[in-house]
């Protein structure tokens, strides 16, 4: 391709890069006001599955960390909206004192740490699910259903998460009244020729021989934190939907008395993970495309500028995504309503509780978890 041509092309991805940022600044204040409501309703979202009427499963328990994540990174994202001084971009931190830079890096970090937690916490629930499910009747898988399960699970996925992330934030290093120009891409924020007092850059072990420890890292983290989660949500998803399906036509052949359309009607766990598993796709799979332009190109490639104003459109659907867990579990779930009702003080109908265990005669572990 000619030098004409490519500077062309350059030249168009930049107009579509100003559209898409000047749209994304309205995006940014959009995603700022649903994180403040995120952050209140999953707060009484924790309060709820926090009872001890709720915390009666693995899913439920899971269910805590993921909520625990969502506010994490709802608070982290209106932090980011009025203390730093790029929204999109890491590299781009820039202060006054070296607190504040230590400081804003922490918060990026903490957000990276239960963005990936999000992630491996609803494929952790499809696995137990489908286990459970799956394993019914051999009594070594029983365990799977405990709600100390749940717990080991949650803090082994933020441990290894956290970990992970501190080895990827040892990328950089503060540095006082830096020699050389911030990147290209901090330009949409800040002025890139002036001097800031204090700012980040790459330490020689990430920088050298073209950043080859810094590309192999995301790679690694688009395949484990995106694409990975993103094959594994639906094939388990399917795989459960086809096990309780195999169950309710055995239980009908059988003619025993139980019904399981009706357990299946009111399972917060599997209608939960179907929705989750819809909403992480359209979310996650084109973050880990992001993520892969970050490593084949570099960071102030107009291809790689223009992936990353595509950032905030798909962090709004994050945002958006908290925000329905709590809701998904408000008409899901009967147990969720009947807790609510009991925090409110507001008894419940005892003829429809009366009527619903008459549905079911038999309760199954690892299934009745509304």
């Known amino acids: 391709m000619s030098a004409g041509g490519i500077g062309n092309d350059s030249k168009s991805i930049q107009e579509v890069g100003e559209v898409v940022s000047g749209i994304g600044a309205q995006v940014h204040q959009v995603n700022f006001v649903l994180s403040c409501f995120s952050i209140v309703i999953n707060f009484f979202h924790l309060l709820i599955l926090s009872r001890k009427s709720m915390k ?3 899913t439920n328990v899971i269910l805590i960390g993921l909520s625990i994540s969502d506010t994490f990174i709802m ?3 209106v932090y980011k909206h009025y203390l730093v001084t790029d929204l999109e971009n890491s590299d781009c931190v ?3 004192s070296r607190w ?6 922490s918060v990026w970090a903490i957000q990276t740490i239960f963005r990936r937690c999000g992630c491996w916490l609803g494929v952790l629930m499809a696995t137990v699910r489908y286990v459970i499910v799956k394993k019914l009747s051999t009594s070594r898988f029983g365990n799977w259903s405990t709600p100390s399960t749940g717990w080991i699970m949650v803090l082994v996925v933020f441990c290894i998460s956290g970990v992970q992330t501190i080895i990827y934030q040892s990328r950089w290093m503060v540095v006082e009244n830096r020699s050389v120009p911030l990147p290209v891409n901090c330009a949409e924020y800040q002025n890139i020729h002036s001097t800031p007092q204090f700012s980040v850059m790459l330490t020689p072990f990430f920088s050298f021989n073209d950043q080859v420890v810094l590309r192999s890292y995301l790679m690694f983290d688009a395949i484990v934190t995106k694409f990975i989660p993103c094959f594994a949500f639906p094939i ?3 795989s459960l939907v086809r096990v309780l399906r195999k169950m309710k036509e ?4 059988s003619g025993r008395k139980i019904s399981v359309s009706g357990e299946e009607k009111k399972d917060l766990t599997t209608k939960l993970i179907v929705v989750m598993t ?3 796709f359209i979310t996650e799979a084109p973050l880990g495309m992001i993520y892969l332009v970050k490593v084949f190109y570099d960071r102030n490639d107009p291809i790689s500028i223009l992936s990353t104003d595509f950032v905030v459109y798909f962090s709004m659907l994050v945002t958006i995504n908290s925000i329905g867990h709590p809701i998904s579990c408000v008409m899901m779930s009967s147990q969720y309503r009947d807790t ?3 925090m409110c003080g507001v008894k419940s109908n005892t003829k429809m509780s009366s009527a619903r265990n008459k549905t079911s005669v038999v309760s199954v572990q690892g299934i009745q978890m509304t």
């Open 94 to 96: 820039t202060a006054d």
């Open 340 to 342: 609510i009702r009991r």
């Open 75 to 77: 608070l982290t994202t």
């Open 56 to 58: 009666t499963s693995s």
């Open 236 to 238: 388990l998803t399917i």
């Open 100 to 105: 504040k830079v230590y400081l804003d890096l």
């Open 250 to 253: 055995a239980t009908e052949n």
């Open 278 to 280: 819809i909403a992480f």
